[in-house]
């Protein structure tokens, strides 16, 4: 998975779905990057060492820690490869829990298995089971969440049910320590909508929209104002807004109908995101003013969040790379992990974590010392790593991009293409006997040798060069396919009718270069402007200093920019706003250089701030960004380019 160079013609399209190959030059190198991925519906990252998945024909596979069989497989050796649970295709909903899941099939049944020692399957026993088996004989059950030793489920009725470990009141039956060994209502209420089971807290929220919360709370987590643990559901706060929940371990995150994002509880790896140091609290805190909100999962120290927009962000501790950013520092804040804007739904475990994109591509990272990325490997991940599909064939389908020069040939139809813009497709058969359907877009460019004429008076600007003098001169470069290109320019330069080189107006104040280079200024110079070291106006044109140096110059409100013949950037005038670039807020009477860089070649100054270019085209900003003109995506002022 991911990037690899290969040849076009001997991709292995095997348990492919959707595959892109890109390449550009000549030569017959390229990337290709492949998603043999794409059959996965659901996944859920465990708050132990295990990942359950399920796939888009609805059976259950799984990978990582299996001490208690919590893989249901059969056995209880770990794997770092997916293993197949049994051969339903009716699994409906699935919960993981530390070492033991609970499951839905589409006839309301309800199934367990893994770890038993707290009677967290609802069997009434304390044997743990290596394969799901029936809890009851109900065919009623909705949607189910699990805890650390105990599990939480709603009926299609709307009742709230609960087993399991009981030491923190989670099971919310007003007891302390008396656990249940079969499901067991909590209150009569039959209005439950939604429930996320914690480490030894449970959130819930009703179909009135409201929010509820029982168990352990010495973090806050249960987020009603206070740290004393709950053996009840109780509402917490006011509003009749929630829209969707998730209990980590200690802490709790919950998204509301306007899809704000609200985060309380433990904080002491920063998961909350709060920025605010590693303080706890013990009441629901919007994280940001942004109402863009769509999925989140707290994990055990760690939270994991998508935006409308399809973005991943992630926060929290970061040991094992769990949040994702290439990184094994710690989060504070929500930190977007990569640029994609295309992921689905994401599950947060201990030390992993998992997500599904809309491609139904499966990609996981973090902790992997138990298998429980599914990669077959144990090698840990810091950002997400794509999870091979296997045990099922789809047709293929891919798209070959191809970039070349003048004209291209591909193998594969044994067909030479010799206009752009081309698509053409060809029908192959995989490795499983599916149809391989490759998708070709073609753009073809077409070596160039350009020739240009021109007739300038004293300095003509080309390619990011300024020529004084005739001549012929050429540019080389590559263009977008690999392709040698040569343009050539053919200049006469004749003489400045005037004495003037260069002119140029700020708000009050004038600024003129002259043939020579010399550098003249009038006009207003109530911040120093004209670069006479006073800050007496003038009202004739007076040298700014002896020099015959000067290129090019820009008058802005109150402050200017200049460029020598040498390359090197000066300026001088108003500061106020960071607009000369030297680091400072101090207003400059005379010339000043900006940086040691000899390699800027355009200016332009604004009211108050700056822009430059230098020969290798970049474009550089600083100083007043009030209104965004700096173009960077805050208005912040900058005093440096």
């Not at 009840?232 to 509003?239: D, K």
Request: charged content about 15%; proline content about 2%; glycine content about 10%.
């Amino acid at each position: 998975m991911g990037s690899s160079i290969v040849s076009p013609d001997i991709v292995d399209f095997t348990d492919v779905r959707t595959s892109t190959h890109t390449q550009a030059s000549k030569g017959g190198i390229g990337i290709i990057t492949e998603a043999k991925a794409q059959c996965f519906k659901e996944a859920f990252a465990s708050k132990g060492y295990f990942t359950i998945t399920k796939k888009l024909d609805n059976t259950l596979w799984s990978f990582g820690q299996n001490s208690s069989g919590q893989l249901g497989d059969g056995s209880t050796v770990n794997k770092n490869n997916q293993v197949k649970i049994g051969n339903s295709t009716d699994w409906a909903k699935i919960a993981v829990g530390e070492s033991h899941v609970c499951a839905i099939k589409t006839d309301g049944s309800l199934w367990a298995w893994g770890n038993n020692n707290a009677q967290q399957l609802g069997d009434s026993n304390y044997i743990y089971s290596a394969i799901p088996v029936r809890i009851g004989n109900d065919y009623n059950w909705k949607s189910i969440s699990v805890g650390l030793n105990f599990t939480i489920a709603i009926k299609t009725d709307g009742s709230l049910w609960a087993w399991g470990d009981n030491n923190y009141g989670q099971l919310g039956n007003g007891a302390y320590y008396i656990k249940k060994k079969y499901p067991t209502q909590i209150g009569t209420s039959t209005n439950w909508s939604n429930v996320s089971a914690g480490a030894r807290h449970c959130l819930a929220i009703k179909t009135d929209g409201s929010l509820w919360a029982w168990g352990y709370n010495l973090s806050g987590q249960l987020g009603n104002g206070t740290n004393t643990t709950q053996l009840f559901p109780i509402q917490i706060g006011t509003s009749n807004s929630w829209k969707s929940i998730s209990a980590g371990d200690s802490h709790s995150v919950a998204i509301g109908l306007d899809s704000s994002l609200w985060v309380w509880g433990d904080n002491s790896n920063g998961q909350l995101g709060t920025q605010y140091g590693f303080s706890a609290l013990n009441f629901p805190y919007q994280l940001t003013s942004a109402v863009s909100w769509a999925v989140v999962s707290a994990g055990l120290y760690h939270t994991v969040a998508i935006k409308a927009d399809g973005t991943l962000w992630a926060w929290g501790k970061n040991t094992y790379g769990q949040v994702g950013d290439g990184t094994t520092l710690n989060k504070q804040t929500p930190t977007q992990i990569g640029s994609e804007s295309n992921w689905l739904s994401v599950s947060a475990g201990s030390y992993h974590t998992c997500a599904i994109k809309q491609t139904n591509t499966l990609w996981s990272w973090g902790w992997n010392i138990l298998g429980q990325l599914g990669d077959s490997t144990n090698i840990n991940r810091n950002i997400p790593n794509p999870v091979n599909c296997i045990g099922m064939c789809f047709p293929t389908t891919s798209t070959y991009t191809q970039v070349s020069c003048d004209s291209f040939y591909w193998s594969k139809k044994n067909k030479w293409y010799y206009s752009s813009n081309v698509t053409d497709t060809i029908k192959l058969i995989n490795s499983k006997g599916c149809d391989s359907i490759i998708t070709l877009n073609l753009t073809i460019y077409i070596t160039t040798h350009n020739i240009t004429k021109k007739t300038a008076y004293g300095n003509f600007r080309w390619k990011k060069t300024n020529y004084n003098t005739s001549g012929t001169y050429t540019y080389s470069y590559i263009n977008n396919a690999g392709c040698a290109c040569v343009d050539t320019l053919k200049l006469v330069v004749n003489p400045y009718n005037g004495c003037s080189k260069q002119l140029s107006a700020g708000v009050a104040h004038s600024l003129l270069i002259k043939n020579e280079g010399t550098l003249w200024s009038w006009g207003y110079n109530s911040d120093g402007q004209l670069g006479l070291s006073t800050f007496n106006s003038e009202f004739t044109p007076k040298q700014v200093d002896t020099l015959k140096n000067w290129a090019i110059v820009s008058a802005g409100g109150r402050h200017n920019l200049a460029i020598k013949n040498n390359g090197t950037l000066w300026s001088w005038g108003r500061a106020y706003e960071g607009q000369l670039g030297n680091g400072s807020f101090t207003n400059k009477i005379s010339p000043t250089q900006i940086d040691n860089s000899t390699t800027w070649s355009y200016v332009s100054s604004g009211n108050n701030h700056s822009s430059a270019i230098k020969k290798d085209g970049s474009l550089w900003i600083w100083g007043s960004n009030l209104d965004g003109q700096l173009g960077i995506g805050d208005n912040l002022d900058r005093n440096l380019p």
